[in-house]
């Protein structure tokens, strides 16, 4: 069985930091590709960061440079630099495409002064 565990948000101001953790339990990562996406209000959910097997990543143009995704066994990070109000989502992760296991609970993050 799935499950996918998101945890590590919070508030932060902007130009801070964050680093998000995804326990991804039954998930072969040899197998897929991960990634985080986010969703903000009123907006529909959107990738912003992808990693193969291999080791190619991939960002959503917003946040190239500032974010980096990463994995070690079982748990996907995404560590968060330089954020920006704009950033302000509930973030997840999943394999990519999305559409084939349960998703999360998502983790909060909030970017405000």
């Known amino acids: 069985q799935v499950q996918l565990v998101e945890s590590g948000g919070g508030l932060v101001q902007p130009g801070g930091s964050l680093r998000l953790s995804c326990a991804a339990s039954?998930?072969?990562?040899?197998?897929?590709?991960m990634g985080w996406y986010r969703q903000a209000p009123g907006k529909q959910r959107e990738l912003v960061a992808r990693?193969?097997?291999?080791?190619r990543t991939y960002y959503k143009d917003s946040v190239r440079g500032r974010f980096t995704i990463s994995n070690a066994e079982n748990t996907v990070y995404l560590q968060m630099n330089n954020l920006k109000p704009e950033d302000t989502a509930v973030y997840y992760c999943?394999?990519?495409?999305?559409?084939?296991?349960?998703w999360g609970q998502g983790t909060q993050v909030t970017v405000s002064s």
């Open positions: 039954g998930i072969i990562f040899s197998s897929n590709v």
């Open positions: 990693l193969t097997s291999g080791g």
């Open positions: 999943n394999t990519v495409p999305g559409d084939i296991y349960p």
